[in-house]
């Protein structure tokens, strides 16, 4: 479709109508372009605080760039932020918005035990900067033993890598009884669910304004953040596969986690010991939005995230 584009007397809407195509079909296709190297400065900046702050809409975000010193508006924060895919995780108007037509399947994990591995599993995309751009990250994790599965880098929010990452999941792994993820378009596209109902997967997804449901991959987010890429300045894709093929190996198989007695996610993983998890029922009583992640999960061990 790169044919279709900015035509004099023809809209891209038009284009799409004479050829047949669908106009969300051709705006799913491009890439994503920052405007200059001041855009991407600010994205770098929003980036770091959206990692320890991720129920920060786009009110709260220019309030922060401007106590930086960013001469900013709100408009031009929230241009950025939907180009990262970002959006705050409190309740309220202006969070994502699931594709309209997209079936959203219900939340099956609140107060639910996870006793063992490939119980269930979890997804979630997130932006990564690089020097002098950015891509997207999908990653597949297990609830049981924070263990990373399987992940994927791509220059746009396309569903095809995120089903690539899902079925390089199952095939290395097995397949989970329940299956998590948010609401995004990539999730709930028939493509994305037609994977899991084939495996008889049951399908799970955050509920609106529930902060805490996808807890674990937004703490695995925060340490490849800042354990890894922020430390690095990865330049390009290449690098950035071979950084992160290293940092999740050592995630896996060296990193030890508190919540998992100082052991390793591989090791909790193959023997089945050592890990769960439990997603309140309700929020603690006066439970405000800067909280504490960890303070708010348990386990049948008391888990620590």
Partial sequence: MSWIGKVQGVSVSRQCALVSVA????HAQQVPALGGEDDLRISQLIDEQYTSRPFFGSRRMKTFLRRRGESIGRKRVQRLMRLMGLAGMSPGPNTSKPQPGHRIYPY???????????????TDITYIRLTQGFVYLVAVIDWYSRQVLSWRISNTMEASFCIACLEDALIRHGKPEVFNSDQGAQFTSDAFTSVLKREEISISMDGRGRVFDNIFVERLWRSVKYEDI???????????KLGLKRYFDFYNEERPHQALSDRTPQEVY?????GGALILQKYP????QE???GAT?????AVKV
Avoid: A, M
């Avoid at 996870?114 to 599993?121: A, E, K, S, T």
């Fill in 23 to 26: 106009r969300s079909s051709f």
């Fill in 108 to 122: 099956l994990l609140r107060g639910v035990l996870v006793i063992r591995p490939n119980q269930v599993w979890s």
């Fill in 230 to 240: 922020y430390l690095q300045s990865y330049s390009n894709t290449k690098e950035l």
């Fill in 270 to 274: 193959e023997s089945g010991q050592g």
């Fill in 285 to 288: 009583v006066g439970l405000k």
């Fill in 291 to 293: 909280v504490d992640y």
């Fill in 297 to 301: 999960l348990h386990s049948c061990n």
